[in-house]
């Protein structure tokens, strides 16, 4: 028999049906499992409930949840696959995508010489290649070094070859091609290294670093090497003129006539989502670079990835057009040998092209700004809680003059779907 309190409680509660796995970070955060009924017992924030799942209590993000009319589980029939897998796996079976990566210099070399200049380290170590691809990585090591095993994972029907690929190159006493999703196959053993390409646009996209972090929790043996070891993602507020000219100015006196009526409609189609393939040159650059994210991939949970957080302060080097912010990322791979050289591979503007390039979002509107002028704020990247392989990026940035009252500050917020 329910008091009547019970009864109260009960009437605040609403029941929601979970619409996405969700793995909790930090203590006060619930786990639950796509189609887990939970009971809401309060809605501090937008973001982040109070909520119940077989008797533990704990915050839960909001946007996970949906409150199906009926009651039963309706499933929504667009979200059949939220990591859209098929067409994931699909775009790698074909040979466009590791064509770019192979020919992306910066990138490949990179791995090449992480393995160079650790290859006597690597003697007799196992190694795991997540998401081989073509094998590049896996090649390297056999070709350069004597680790006992390599196994490389791969999912996509690519692996057929890459098995040739091992073959034809007589690597196949060192590599194991294993087709599989990371998460699923099972290897005989635990490896030393862990070494994985799975850096996507602003670093995070495609969220392949989740299988990463679930593949080091069960094939990583204590003590064993993450590489890349670590990762970070840089912001500068930039001038973007060209680019802004292009799709805005463009439309300010086209063969003589006024075609600025069509202006929100270009900054909707054209700067809503972020520019992936951005080539900022340095002195677009407003300020000194800073990094907003920095990632530790030995401590780095699933949970972690839900909502990204970042917090920046740049100090405006010269008077020009604020027209928006790029960002990058740089990963880094820490020697076997300790006090060895550490690898990076640097995807900014002083560095070598990759085929990332950078990522430019722009504003609504360009600011003018000053030398001496403040550009301070806060970034977050916010996963979507359905479709797994996408988040938003919300930027909130404040503009103060050095001369200014502070009263004078313009503020601003912005979010970007990338791409859902
Ligand atoms: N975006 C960048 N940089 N690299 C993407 C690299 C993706 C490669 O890794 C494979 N891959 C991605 N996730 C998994 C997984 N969970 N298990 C096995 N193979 C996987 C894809 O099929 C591509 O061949």
């Given at each position: ?51 119940e799942?077989?008797?533990v ?14 009651g ?41 010489q ?10 007799s ?67 030393d ?38 990762a ?8 973007a ?66 909502q ?11 008077s ?50 000053c ?14 809680p ?8 919300t ?18 917020t ?7």
């Amino acid at each position: 028999m329910q008091t009547e309190k019970e009864d109260e409680d009960d009437a605040s509660c609403e029941e929601y049906v979970a619409r996405s796995d969700f793995t909790g970070s930090g203590t006060d955060q619930l786990s639950f499992s796509r189609g887990d009924r939970l009971l809401v017992h309060a809605k501090p924030s937008s973001e982040w409930w109070w909520a119940e799942l077989q008797g533990v209590i704990g915050y839960v993000p909001a946007g996970y949840l949906s409150q199906d009319a009926a009651g039963e589980e309706e499933e929504d029939p667009s979200i059949e696959d939220p990591w859209q897998d098929e067409e994931y796996f699909g775009n790698y079976g074909t040979l466009r995508l590791h064509l770019e990566m192979l020919s992306d210099k910066s990138r490949t070399e990179a791995y090449r010489q992480v393995i160079l200049r650790n290859s006597a380290s690597l003697s007799s170590k196992r190694v795991m290649d997540l998401g081989c691809g073509t094998g590049i990585i896996s090649l390297f090591c056999a070709q350069l070094a004597r680790p006992s095993m390599v196994y490389a994972v791969e999912a996509s029907s690519m692996a057929e070859y890459t098995r040739q690929l091992v073959k034809q190159n007589g690597c196949d006493e060192v590599v194991t091609v294993l087709q599989g999703r990371a998460e699923e196959i099972e290897l005989p053993e635990q490896v030393d290294v862990l070494v994985s390409e799975w850096m996507g646009n602003c670093l995070l996209f495609e969220f392949m670093v989740e299988s990463v972090l679930l593949a080091r929790d069960r094939w990583l043996r204590d003590g064993g090497t993450m590489w890349p070891s670590s990762a970070a993602l840089t912001l500068v507020p930039c001038q973007a003129d060209s680019y802004y000219a292009e799709k805005m100015a463009f439309w300010e006196r086209p063969y003589g006539l006024d075609f600025t009526p069509l202006q929100p409609l270009a900054q909707q189609e054209f700067f809503t989502k972020p520019k992936f393939s951005h080539i900022i040159d340095p002195c677009d650059c407003l300020a000194a670079p800073c990094d907003v994210i920095s990632l530790d991939m030995y401590t780095l949970q699933v949970g972690d990835l839900e909502q990204m957080k970042g917090q920046f302060h740049f100090c405006v080097e010269k008077s020009a057009v604020f027209h928006g912010f790029t960002a990058w990322f740089t990963v880094c791979f820490k020697s076997l040998e300790a006090g060895g050289a550490t690898v990076e591979l640097n995807t900014g503007p002083n560095s070598g092209p990759t085929h990332w390039k950078q990522t430019l979002f722009m504003l609504d509107r360009p600011v003018s700004v000053c030398a001496g002028d403040s550009i301070s704020g806060t970034i977050v990247l916010q996963r979507n809680p359905v479709w797994r392989r996408h988040m938003t990026v919300t930027l909130h940035w404040t503009i103060k003059g050095s001369t200014d009252n502070p009263d004078n500050a313009q503020a601003g917020t912005k979010s970007f779907p990338m791409w859902r």
